[in-house]
Protein backbone atom coordinates (compact mmCIF):
# COMPACT_ATOMS: atom_id res chain seq x y z
CA UNK A 1 0.00 0.00 0.00
CA UNK A 2 1.29 3.45 -0.52
CA UNK A 3 2.45 5.68 1.94
CA UNK A 4 -0.12 8.25 2.24
CA UNK A 5 0.59 11.51 3.88
CA UNK A 6 -2.22 14.04 4.06
CA UNK A 7 -0.37 17.04 4.16
CA UNK A 8 -2.51 19.82 5.55
CA UNK A 9 -4.07 16.94 8.26
CA UNK A 10 -0.70 16.55 9.18
CA UNK A 11 0.58 19.83 9.36
CA UNK A 12 -3.03 20.93 11.84
CA UNK A 13 -1.83 18.41 13.49
CA UNK A 14 1.60 19.77 13.96
CA UNK A 15 0.73 22.78 14.83
CA UNK A 16 -1.63 21.67 17.96
CA UNK A 17 0.84 19.69 19.03
CA UNK A 18 3.29 22.99 19.04
CA UNK A 19 0.28 24.91 20.46
CA UNK A 20 0.17 22.39 23.57
CA UNK A 21 3.71 22.39 23.55
CA UNK A 22 4.24 25.75 23.67
CA UNK A 23 1.19 26.95 25.26
CA UNK A 24 0.05 29.11 23.11
CA UNK A 25 -3.56 29.69 23.32
CA UNK A 26 -6.18 28.88 20.57
CA UNK A 27 -8.18 31.70 20.21
CA UNK A 28 -5.16 34.47 19.29
CA UNK A 29 -4.01 35.01 15.67
CA UNK A 30 -1.22 32.41 14.93
CA UNK A 31 1.49 34.31 12.64
CA UNK A 32 3.46 36.39 15.43
CA UNK A 33 6.05 34.89 18.13
CA UNK A 34 5.19 34.43 21.54
CA UNK A 35 8.42 35.67 22.88
CA UNK A 36 8.37 38.71 23.88
CA UNK A 37 9.32 40.88 23.17
CA UNK A 38 10.81 39.48 20.13
CA UNK A 39 14.13 40.83 18.57
CA UNK A 40 15.95 41.53 15.44
CA UNK A 41 19.65 42.10 15.27
CA UNK A 42 21.38 43.80 12.45
CA UNK A 43 24.68 45.34 11.64
CA UNK A 44 26.59 47.16 9.25
CA UNK A 45 30.38 48.10 9.14
CA UNK A 46 30.16 50.88 11.99
CA UNK A 47 27.31 49.26 14.39
CA UNK A 48 25.11 46.82 15.25
CA UNK A 49 21.65 47.40 15.56
CA UNK A 50 19.06 45.52 18.04
CA UNK A 51 15.16 46.04 17.02
CA UNK A 52 12.31 45.22 18.75
CA UNK A 53 8.86 45.70 18.49
CA UNK A 54 7.29 46.91 22.11
CA UNK A 55 4.08 49.34 21.01
CA UNK A 56 2.61 51.07 23.53
CA UNK A 57 5.66 52.56 25.77
CA UNK A 58 7.41 55.42 26.35
CA UNK A 59 10.98 56.21 25.69
CA UNK A 60 11.82 56.82 29.71
CA UNK A 61 9.49 53.53 30.58
CA UNK A 62 12.90 51.30 28.94
CA UNK A 63 15.68 49.99 30.98
CA UNK A 64 18.71 49.07 28.44
CA UNK A 65 21.69 47.67 30.16
CA UNK A 66 25.25 46.84 28.47
CA UNK A 67 27.84 45.19 30.56
CA UNK A 68 31.14 44.10 30.49
CA UNK A 69 30.25 40.79 29.24
CA UNK A 70 28.70 41.96 25.82
CA UNK A 71 25.04 41.35 27.13
CA UNK A 72 22.66 43.98 26.29
CA UNK A 73 19.48 43.31 28.42
CA UNK A 74 16.63 44.71 27.50
CA UNK A 75 13.39 45.21 30.42
CA UNK A 76 10.34 47.50 31.09
CA UNK A 77 6.88 47.36 32.31
CA UNK A 78 4.08 47.39 29.73
CA UNK A 79 1.06 49.42 31.24
CA UNK A 80 -2.42 47.56 30.70
CA UNK A 81 -4.13 50.56 30.09
CA UNK A 82 -7.26 51.44 32.31
CA UNK A 83 -9.85 49.01 32.69
CA UNK A 84 -13.08 50.75 33.18
CA UNK A 85 -15.60 47.88 33.89
CA UNK A 86 -16.44 46.79 30.21
CA UNK A 87 -16.70 43.07 28.90
CA UNK A 88 -13.51 41.84 27.36
CA UNK A 89 -14.48 39.63 23.77
CA UNK A 90 -10.73 39.47 23.12
CA UNK A 91 -7.45 39.57 25.16
CA UNK A 92 -4.43 39.07 23.19
CA UNK A 93 -1.61 41.88 23.39
CA UNK A 94 0.58 41.03 25.75
CA UNK A 95 1.37 43.57 29.15
CA UNK A 96 3.50 43.52 32.23
CA UNK A 97 7.11 43.43 33.17
CA UNK A 98 9.73 42.03 30.77
CA UNK A 99 13.22 41.23 30.73
CA UNK A 100 15.60 40.00 28.07
CA UNK A 101 19.35 39.45 27.85
CA UNK A 102 20.75 39.24 24.60
CA UNK A 103 24.16 38.13 24.21
CA UNK A 104 26.32 40.38 21.68
CA UNK A 105 28.16 38.91 18.98
CA UNK A 106 30.63 40.96 19.24
CA UNK A 107 32.36 44.16 21.57
CA UNK A 108 30.86 46.82 21.38
CA UNK A 109 31.05 50.57 23.45
CA UNK A 110 28.40 50.51 25.87
CA UNK A 111 28.88 53.96 26.77
CA UNK A 112 28.48 55.12 22.79
CA UNK A 113 25.36 53.12 23.11
CA UNK A 114 22.12 54.84 21.57
CA UNK A 115 18.25 54.07 21.30
CA UNK A 116 15.70 55.42 19.31
CA UNK A 117 11.47 54.91 19.84
CA UNK A 118 9.45 55.57 17.13
CA UNK A 119 5.79 54.15 16.41
CA UNK A 120 5.83 51.40 18.77
CA UNK A 121 9.49 49.70 17.49
CA UNK A 122 12.60 50.53 19.40
CA UNK A 123 15.88 50.86 17.91
CA UNK A 124 19.53 50.43 19.70
CA UNK A 125 22.22 51.12 18.60
CA UNK A 126 25.51 49.89 19.69
CA UNK A 127 29.17 51.28 17.82
CA UNK A 128 31.45 48.07 17.43
CA UNK A 129 34.57 48.63 19.13
CA UNK A 130 37.24 49.34 16.22
CA UNK A 131 38.56 45.85 16.94
CA UNK A 132 35.39 43.95 15.65
CA UNK A 133 35.01 46.11 12.47
CA UNK A 134 35.76 43.95 9.69
CA UNK A 135 39.32 45.09 7.73
CA UNK A 136 39.83 45.28 4.27
CA UNK A 137 43.46 43.15 3.71
CA UNK A 138 44.58 44.47 0.42
CA UNK A 139 46.06 41.70 -1.93
CA UNK A 140 48.82 42.37 -3.49
CA UNK A 141 50.27 40.59 -6.70
CA UNK A 142 53.67 39.02 -6.44
CA UNK B 1 5.32 3.60 -7.98
CA UNK B 2 3.73 6.50 -9.57
CA UNK B 3 3.60 9.85 -7.41
CA UNK B 4 0.59 11.39 -7.68
CA UNK B 5 1.34 14.74 -8.74
CA UNK B 6 -2.07 15.64 -10.92
CA UNK B 7 -3.37 18.24 -8.69
CA UNK B 8 -7.43 19.34 -9.37
CA UNK B 9 -7.86 22.77 -10.22
CA UNK B 10 -7.17 25.18 -8.31
CA UNK B 11 -10.04 26.59 -6.43
CA UNK B 12 -11.52 30.49 -7.13
CA UNK B 13 -9.62 32.39 -4.55
CA UNK B 14 -11.84 34.31 -2.94
CA UNK B 15 -9.52 36.63 -1.00
CA UNK B 16 -7.54 39.25 -3.23
CA UNK B 17 -4.23 38.50 -3.99
CA UNK B 18 -1.52 40.92 -2.88
CA UNK B 19 0.50 42.57 -5.90
CA UNK B 20 3.66 43.21 -3.39
CA UNK B 21 5.74 40.52 -1.93
CA UNK B 22 5.41 41.62 1.12
CA UNK B 23 4.28 39.55 3.77
CA UNK B 24 0.89 40.10 5.77
CA UNK B 25 0.16 39.66 9.35
CA UNK B 26 -2.16 39.71 11.29
CA UNK B 27 -2.28 42.52 14.57
CA UNK B 28 -2.80 41.46 17.83
CA UNK B 29 -6.12 42.90 19.74
CA UNK B 30 -8.23 43.60 22.49
CA UNK B 31 -11.42 44.30 22.20
CA UNK B 32 -13.43 46.28 25.09
CA UNK B 33 -17.22 46.37 25.21
CA UNK B 34 -18.98 49.60 27.34
CA UNK B 35 -22.63 50.36 27.30
CA UNK B 36 -21.78 52.96 25.00
CA UNK B 37 -18.80 51.81 22.72
CA UNK B 38 -16.74 48.99 21.25
CA UNK B 39 -13.42 49.84 21.93
CA UNK B 40 -10.60 48.00 20.10
CA UNK B 41 -6.91 48.14 20.73
CA UNK B 42 -4.30 46.86 18.53
CA UNK B 43 -0.56 46.48 18.71
CA UNK B 44 0.59 48.00 14.83
CA UNK B 45 4.37 47.97 15.85
CA UNK B 46 5.93 50.85 13.17
CA UNK B 47 2.32 52.14 12.08
CA UNK B 48 1.85 55.71 11.46
CA UNK B 49 -0.93 57.50 11.22
CA UNK B 50 -1.04 57.91 7.46
CA UNK B 51 -0.02 53.90 6.72
CA UNK B 52 -3.66 52.98 8.07
CA UNK B 53 -6.63 52.42 6.00
CA UNK B 54 -9.71 51.81 8.23
CA UNK B 55 -13.43 50.98 6.77
CA UNK B 56 -16.45 49.67 7.98
CA UNK B 57 -19.00 48.25 5.53
CA UNK B 58 -21.69 45.76 5.84
CA UNK B 59 -21.18 45.29 9.19
CA UNK B 60 -17.31 44.22 8.61
CA UNK B 61 -14.42 46.14 10.17
CA UNK B 62 -11.05 46.11 7.94
CA UNK B 63 -8.31 47.49 9.11
CA UNK B 64 -5.61 47.35 6.72
CA UNK B 65 -1.98 49.20 7.38
CA UNK B 66 0.92 49.74 5.42
CA UNK B 67 4.32 49.14 6.67
CA UNK B 68 7.67 51.13 4.94
CA UNK B 69 10.55 48.37 4.93
CA UNK B 70 12.94 49.43 7.22
CA UNK B 71 16.69 48.28 7.83
CA UNK B 72 17.26 47.82 4.12
CA UNK B 73 21.25 47.67 3.40
CA UNK B 74 21.68 46.12 6.84
CA UNK B 75 22.64 42.77 7.27
CA UNK B 76 20.02 40.38 9.43
CA UNK B 77 22.21 38.67 12.06
CA UNK B 78 18.94 37.47 14.26
CA UNK B 79 15.32 37.87 13.28
CA UNK B 80 12.67 36.46 15.53
CA UNK B 81 9.65 38.69 14.05
CA UNK B 82 9.48 39.37 9.87
CA UNK B 83 7.96 42.83 8.65
CA UNK B 84 5.44 43.39 6.84
CA UNK B 85 1.78 44.69 6.33
CA UNK B 86 -0.82 44.42 8.66
CA UNK B 87 -4.40 43.52 7.68
CA UNK B 88 -7.43 41.97 10.24
CA UNK B 89 -10.99 42.13 9.74
CA UNK B 90 -13.46 41.95 12.39
CA UNK B 91 -17.47 41.28 12.06
CA UNK B 92 -18.97 43.31 14.03
CA UNK B 93 -22.78 42.31 14.94
CA UNK B 94 -23.59 45.08 16.88
CA UNK B 95 -25.24 48.27 15.43
CA UNK B 96 -22.63 50.78 15.32
CA UNK B 97 -23.05 54.39 14.02
CA UNK B 98 -20.53 54.16 11.29
CA UNK B 99 -20.44 58.24 11.50
CA UNK B 100 -19.05 58.44 14.92
CA UNK B 101 -16.18 55.84 14.03
CA UNK B 102 -13.08 57.39 15.02
CA UNK B 103 -9.83 55.95 15.91
CA UNK B 104 -5.97 57.39 16.82
CA UNK B 105 -2.66 55.82 17.18
CA UNK B 106 0.17 56.04 19.85
CA UNK B 107 3.62 54.69 19.41
CA UNK B 108 2.50 51.66 17.70
CA UNK B 109 -0.68 50.94 18.87
CA UNK B 110 -4.15 51.71 17.12
CA UNK B 111 -7.36 52.54 19.37
CA UNK B 112 -10.63 52.60 17.12
CA UNK B 113 -13.93 53.74 18.74
CA UNK B 114 -16.87 52.20 17.78
CA UNK B 115 -19.88 53.74 19.29
CA UNK B 116 -23.22 52.05 19.29
CA UNK B 117 -26.40 53.41 18.30
CA UNK B 118 -29.07 54.47 20.72
CA UNK B 119 -31.29 52.12 19.96
CA UNK B 120 -28.53 49.41 20.73
CA UNK B 121 -27.78 50.70 24.02
CA UNK B 122 -28.78 48.45 26.72
CA UNK B 123 -31.47 50.99 28.44
CA UNK B 124 -32.33 50.69 32.66
CA UNK B 125 -35.91 49.82 33.23
CA UNK B 126 -37.26 51.60 36.22
CA UNK B 127 -39.00 49.43 38.55
CA UNK B 128 -41.89 50.76 40.25
CA UNK B 129 -42.72 50.15 43.61
CA UNK B 130 -46.83 49.69 43.21
Redesign the interface.
Known amino acids: M ?1 FQFNWPQEFNRLQEEMDRVFGRRND ?6 R ?1 FP ?7 HDN ?2 I ?1 S ?6 LDQFELLVNEDNQLTLQGDRKK ?1 A ?12 FGRFSRMISL ?1 MPVDGDACSAD ?1 T ?3 LRITLPKKPEAKPRRITVSAS | ?1 AENTIAGPAPATTEPEPTRQTPT ?10 DGE ?2 L ?1 G ?6 QGDLDIRYENEQLVVLATVRP ?2 E ?9 GIGDFR ?1 VFRIGESIDAEAINAE ?5 LTIHLPKTEAAKPRRIEVKAV
Not at chain 1, 53 to 58: R, T
Not at chain 1, 83 to 94: I, N
Not at chain 2, 25 to 34: G, L, N, S
Not at chain 2, 105 to 109: D, F, L, R, T
Open positions: PGPTTRSVAVNMMEDLYEEIPGMEPDDGGTWHRDERTPYAGV | MYQPRFDIVETLTFDLPGVQRNGLEVLRQEYRVHNGV
